[in-house]
């Protein structure tokens, strides 16, 4: 009879060690996009997200997120906007690449500065954003606003990169890596608490009236 009881409460600490871990990967991700504040504003936002994460209800909020997926992967706009991402993304940084090798010539080798298969790989958040647009309820406006800042990040590296003289210039080419995920991830929570803000507002105002 004790042993459901104990099995219960094992698998709710799981659960939350799990999640702890998570978070602490998240909040890592997110600690180091949020560089260019104060360090005091950078742990405080990545504070104030992760224990919010921590204490979400993460399944209520998944089983929505399938749901939601699931009814929008049948429309066709939100298929077209996931291949746009998925397509126009790599697309982007390969056009980058080229006028970046052009505009700065002295680095360049041929016509490119980083190369078209390491153009593929680095835009790799692009490929990460048209996934969550297809497996989760993330909003259109999210989705637009982190392949914006994602091409922010990759024509900010390559531009670093062709300009500098710095012998660790090259570094700056896997700004897309270091930020573009962050950046996701970062783009994604916010959605995500906004429209469960937005639910709740909702059903609150319906049952007022």
């Known amino acids: 009879m004790e042993q459901a009881p104990r099995d219960g409460r094992v698998r709710r600490v799981a659960r939350f060690v799990l999640k702890v871990l998570v978070v602490l990967l998240l909040a890592s991700l997110v600690l180091e996009f949020l560089s260019f504040l104060p360090t005091w504003a950078d742990v405080a936002v990545t504070g104030a997200l992760a224990l919010a994460a921590i204490a979400a209800p993460w399944r209520p909020f998944w089983r929505s997120e399938r749901e939601t997926a699931w009814t929008l992967r049948h429309t066709r706009a939100r298929l077209v906007l996931a291949g746009a991402i998925a397509l126009g993304g790599p697309a982007f940084c390969l ?12 680095y360049a080798e041929g016509n490119w500065l ?9 835009a790799a958040p692009f490929y990460l954003l048209a996934l969550l647009v297809l497996a989760t309820a993330l909003s259109r406006p999210a989705a637009v606003l982190a392949a914006c800042g994602i091409g922010g990040v990759t024509a900010l590296g390559l531009w670093g990169f062709g300009s500098s003289d710095s012998s660790t210039a090259a570094i700056s080419l896997f700004a897309p890596v270091f930020y573009g995920f962050p950046l996701v991830v970062l783009v994604f929570l916010m959605d995500a608490v906004g ?15």
């Open 114 to 122: 980083a190369g078209p298969v390491w153009d593929l790989v680095l």
């Open 95 to 106: 056009a980058a690449d080229l006028w970046f090798a052009h505009r700065y010539p002295k």
């Open 195 to 209: 429209r469960t803000a937005g639910r709740r507002f909702a059903r609150g105002q319906a049952r007022d009236s």
